[in-house]
């Protein structure tokens, strides 16, 4: 609650459920990854592997920061903002928890020539791991952004209830369908093509997302230094868990 870094690719789930919310991309829509390297506003992106055309989905199995800078490109300034602060980001979730942070979205007005190619891979936000956890949550909650709580209810000290909290919408973010395909590319992350094989679990499907982001200290990346995080929800189809892994300098 506390503490922010750059979410990484974790943060691709929100460009491209946007996108697909917007009707701008479907899951079958293809684009050229440039093999890897893609040059915009005079500077280099790569991936981490060589991509040539890849759909939608597959950006997302893949993980390729061309391919979500591309979905950002077509979006637009604006309404990745917009959706990015819709999903909680920059704000803080209202957990009943002292000391929670609202993390850095920065005003399109601030944005470089560059952010737009750079926020949809997570670069230039910074956000805390429960607002990650929630936004991941609402596309398992088929669109729906909720606030977290830690209390069911409360009882005296006989063990009467006087009082009782149920879920609480904070906004719906994409249609339930937008949703549903989200997460039916969040279900190829962790199958043998995707990122996180290993993150299979052999009764339940699991859909999820992998990320990498490099560790700032004094205001500037620390080299060899990063955030190594997968956040993913099961069953992926009817999910009852979401559970978030962030390791720092592994």
Known sequence: LTDISEPGSTFKIVVVSAALNEGLVGLT???????????F?????????????????????????????KIGIKMGDEMLHDYIRAFGFGSRTGIPLPGEVGGIVHKVSAWNKLSISR????????STPMQMVMAMSAIANGGRLMRPMIVNRLEDADGNVVARYGPELTRVVTSPQAAKD???????????????????????????KTGTAQKAENGHYAPGKYFSSFI?????????????VVLDEP
């Open 41 to 69: 506003a005079g500077r280099r992106l790569h991936d981490h592997h060589a991509y040539g055309i890849l759909s939608v989905e597959g950006i997302i199995t893949k993980s390729s920061n061309i391919g979500a800078a």
């Open 182 to 208: 989200m997460v039916q590319a969040l279900k190829t992350v962790v199958t043998k093509d995707g990122t996180a094989p290993v993150a299979a679990l052999e009764h339940w499907t699991v859909a999820g």
């Open 29 to 39: 829509d293809r684009f050229h990854c440039e093999n890897g390297a893609f040059i």
């Open 119 to 126: 926020i949809p891979m997570g670069h230039e936000v910074a």
């Open 232 to 244: 993913g929800f099961f069953p992926a189809d009817d999910p009852e868990v979401c559970i978030s």
